[in-house]
């Protein structure tokens, strides 16, 4: 087993009670921008892309806190500022996930949601992984931790 797949086992070990945590509106748009910059990592927000988050977070005994229509519309939001350009969207994302960066807890939620969002198809690709990276940079978290 990789690295990165048993990290991602023993994340999602007890993920679900530390969502109900952390259950707010802050703390659902930084996880679904998150899911928006995973999405938009090979340059466009595809169909592929929305059903694979809407499927995982239908599926997900961890995301399930949140309603499904709030959680597309936040994704929707997200997505159009990468519709307008990738940077502005991706900067845009950030700026919102960055409202956690002197909180580690929070932020290995996140992070542990985008790496199971980029992982939901099957093949979590080295564009995906590079834009992880970017999100643990912005949390001020060791991507390492994540075997990314």
């Known amino acids: 087993m ?4 048993s990290w991602f086992s023993s994340a999602k070990t007890g993920l679900t009670d530390q969502v109900k945590k952390f259950q707010n509106k802050d703390f ?13 990592a090979d ?22 806190v949140f309603e499904v229509s709030n959680v597309i519309a936040r994704f929707n ?3 159009g500022g990468f519709e307008f350009s990738n940077l502005i969207g991706k900067q845009e994302a950030l700026k919102v996930i ?25 093949d979590f690709d080295e564009n995906e992984k590079r834009v992880v990276r970017d999100i ?3 949390l001020n978290l060791n991507p390492g931790e994540f075997s990314l």
Do not use: Q, W
Not at 28 to 40: H, M, S, T, Y
Not at 49 to 55: A, D
Not at 104 to 118: F, K, L, N, S
């Open 43 to 64: 340059g466009s927000i595809g169909n592929e892309e929305k059903e694979k988050m809407v499927g995982y977070i239908s599926r997900s005994e961890e995301l399930k």
């Open 77 to 79: 939001h997200f997505a």
């Open 136 to 138: 643990c940079t912005t």
């Open 28 to 40: 659902l748009d930084a996880v679904v921008a998150g899911c928006a910059i995973v999405a938009a």
């Open 98 to 122: 960055a409202k956690f960066n002197n909180k580690p807890e929070v932020g290995r939620i996140i992070i542990a949601v985008c790496c199971a969002i980029g992982a939901a198809d099957g």
């Open 2 to 5: 990789s690295t990165f797949k």
